[in-house]
């Protein structure tokens, strides 16, 4: 097996442990624990999409490690100004123009976009119905870069949300 061969490998091993945090994380009732799933998938992604060269996905996870480190802290007063998301939102539009190599990769930049804004309202229920268009912005670019556990990883997510979605929120 070629060098090329195993870094693929890597890549949809480190891609199936997002899968997983990701997953978790839609079914949690409690914002804490969503975002601690949220973090450790970030981590997942960013090796994932690093081993495929696919920095427009990268980009939005590794910002996104640091936003949920941050989001973490909500109830410290130096983590509750409404500067943290306008940053991270900010930095992951700076990075994604400075490491612009298609129209593609603003995809992912406009999903990270949306999880910032969704995770900033500190609200589970708003944070999934948000992770639809999410998927779907993911599922698109993951096509275009070869992320074939990504686009599984993104299916599952959509199917996650939706059955949380019918199981619980629905009910209320």
């Known amino acids: 097996m070629n060098d090329f061969s195993v870094i693929k490998l890597v890549a949809q091993l480190f891609g199936v442990f997002g899968m997983a945090f990701l997953f978790a994380s839609y079914q949690q009732t409690n914002r804490e624990r969503l975002i601690a799933c949220k973090l450790g998938a970030d981590v997942m992604w960013v090796i994932h999409y690093l081993c495929l060269t696919a920095f427009g ?49 603003l995809l992912p930049i406009c999903a990270s976009t949306c999880v910032t804004l969704s995770l900033w309202v500190k609200n589970p229920r708003v944070t999934r119905m948000i992770g639809a268009p999410v998927s779907v912005c993911f599922i698109i670019y993951d096509i275009f870069v070869g992320s074939w556990i990504g686009i599984i990883n993104e299916s599952v997510a959509l199917v996650s949300i939706v059955s949380f979605i019918i199981r619980r929120d629905m009910k209320k």
Do not use: D, Y
């Open 57 to 105: 996905g990268a980009i939005p996870n590794f910002v996104g490690i640091f936003r949920e480190l941050i989001f973490m802290q909500s109830e410290k007063k130096w983590a509750k100004s409404p500067v943290w998301p306008v940053l991270f939102i900010l930095i992951n539009w700076a990075l994604a123009i400075s490491t612009w190599r298609s129209a593609i990769t």
